[in-house]
Nanobody, 127 residues
Framework: QVQLVESGGGSVQAGESLRLSCAASESTYSPYCMAWFRQAPGKEREVVARIYSRTNSAYYAASVKGRFTISQDNARNAVYLQMNSLKPEDTALYYC????????????????????WGSGTQVTVSS
């Protein structure tokens, strides 16, 4: 069973930056795509950014485009989320996620697409 381990969350002021990291526990795991989701209290889990391993193509939610950057290190089975110009509405529990790519149409766009989840790391942004 692959485990995804996140780090880098914390509490910051609006306008500041944070960098989230996620690494897979097994060095041989080769995901089709990886993503960052977030879930605020009382809200549904939503995708923030996703990246596809072979093409390095990245996609972002409209709410974070231009402020967040997702990147990957395939050699380390790691994915990162650089978050700049943070806003109070970015406050949420952030989850690392991966799709192995075994389905007919693998994707990392929706929670139901995901094969493996991290346990989450809290990001709190105060005004």
């Amino acid at each position: 069973q692959v485990q995804l381990v996140e780090s880098g969350g914390g509490s910051v002021q609006a306008g500041e930056s944070l960098r989230l990291s996620c690494a897979a526990s097994e060095s041989t795991y080769s995901p089709y795509c990886m993503a960052w989701f977030r879930q605020a209290p009382g809200k549904e889990r939503e995708v923030v950014a996703r990246i596809y391993s072979r093409t390095n193509s990245a996609y972002y939610a409209a709410s974070v485009k231009g402020r967040f950057t997702i990147s990957q290190d395939n050699a380390r089975n790691a994915v990162y989320l650089q978050m700049n110009s943070l806003k109070p509405e970015d406050t949420a529990l952030y989850y690392c996620a991966a799709n192995t790519g075994l389905g007919l149409s693998p994707s990392c766009r929706r929670p139901q697409d995901i094969d493996y989840w991290g346990s989450g790391t809290q990001v709190t942004v105060s005004s």
